[in-house]
């Protein structure tokens, strides 16, 4: 079945006569989702209005939630690291599997124990990717970028860009000591702060998303520190100098999910929007957006990106690429305390 025929079907299926024009779902997502060439196809195949609202880190989307009233949002994207901590909260909604991909995703980032409790799926992994380095290749060897050794040498002061958010940071030097990112303790910070000061010593800025991407754009920064494809996807059709690179002691993974939210007034036409993203088609969409790229979970999305998209999006290597990395550190409330501390330290030093 084509993907028209599939959400016109399942939009008749859920809508009343002549209602669907008026049908609206606010979602709330990261930026990558407001993309028109990801969302105008789906209203335009059923008929379903997606108000979107972007947001930045978990706590704001959780913030708007809770001044929200109950129904006013319908869809969520969420890091994924961050599922369980909304469904303790109760905020996400069952999702039956009978209309999931399961079979068709990465089975590396379907993240059961994140995304499932007591049997039950409320999000589904939709994108992910690599928290890694990003540099100039025409500036920077490629054994310079072997491992953070070289980086964290006074060759590189004042050439380097951090990614300001404190876990995929501390993940990349956690992996860079040989640490087990699932199993880190406040014992093996001091080793980790070391690392960071390191980072920092020589680093020209530390960063969000565009200022990252632009440092490395401008020729302001060589490397970025926690960078990836998802910072040098979209740069590298006209740029392609910069690229990126996972260190041999490899480095650390991020994954968005995507689910409908427990007092969704419009559940069905939510899980519409949902099944549309994760199929082969909306997986493409969402991979190459114009905010930043990253690997769809889908498989199938293969079937309909470029061969120069699957090249940037390296394709081809994602077994090996996974088969390297670690999962986002994942601290209890005391060791998140400790790693914000130090980071907090690191930024002000």
């Known amino acids: 079945m084509t993907l028209r025929r599939l959400l016109v079907s399942t939009a008749l299926a859920v809508l009343s006569a002549g209602a669907a024009a008026a049908q609206t779902i606010n979602a709330l997502v990261w930026c990558d989702h407001a993309d028109p060439a990801l969302i105008a196809p789906f209203e335009e195949a059923t008929g379903i209005r997606v108000n979107l609202r972007e947001y930045e880190g978990t706590g704001a989307a959780l913030a708007m939630l809770e001044q929200s009233r109950p129904g006013d949002w319908d869809v969520l994207v969420i890091d994924g690291i961050d599922v369980p901590r909304v469904v303790e909260a109760g905020l996400l909604a069952p999702l039956p599997a009978d209309r999931l991909p399961l079979g068709d995703l990465f089975p590396q980032v379907v993240l059961e124990d994140r995304t499932t409790r007591d049997g039950a799926i409320y999000a589904v992994t939709e994108k992910f990717g690599y928290n890694t380095l990003s540099y100039n290749s025409a500036r920077v060897p490629e ?38 990112t699932q199993s880190l303790t406040e014992a093996d910070l001091p080793a980790i ?6 980072m920092k010593d020589r680093a020209a800025t530390v960063g969000e998303v565009v200022a990252s991407q632009t ?135």
């Not at 702060?193 to 390191?198: D, G, K, N, T």
């Open 143 to 180: 054994a310079d970028v072997a491992s953070l050794d070289r980086l964290l040498t006074d060759d590189y002061a004042g050439r380097i860009a951090i990614y300001d958010y404190y876990l995929p940071v501390i993940g990349i030097a956690a992996a860079h000591l040989g640490l087990d």
């Open 193 to 198: 702060r070391e690392v960071l000061f390191a």
């Open 215 to 349: 440092a490395l754009a401008t020729g302001e920064v060589d490397v970025v520190i926690g960078g990836g494809e998802w910072l040098t996807g979209v740069l590298e059709p006209e740029q392609p100098e910069l690229t990126w690179t996972i260190p041999d002691r490899g480095a650390v993974l991020w994954s968005q999910a995507i689910g409908v939210l427990a007092d969704s007034r419009e559940p069905e036409a939510a899980l519409a929007f949902v099944e549309y993203i994760l199929s082969p088609e909306g997986q493409a969409r969402l991979a190459t957006s114009s905010c930043y790229w990253g690997m769809p979970a889908n498989r199938r999305a293969g079937e309909h990106l470029t061969e120069e998209q699957k090249r940037i999006l390296r394709w081809d290597s994602q077994e090996d690429y996974l088969s390297r990395v670690q999962l986002y550190p994942a601290p209890d409330e005391a060791l998140d305390a400790a790693m914000q501390d130090l980071w907090l330290e690191m930024l002000q030093r």
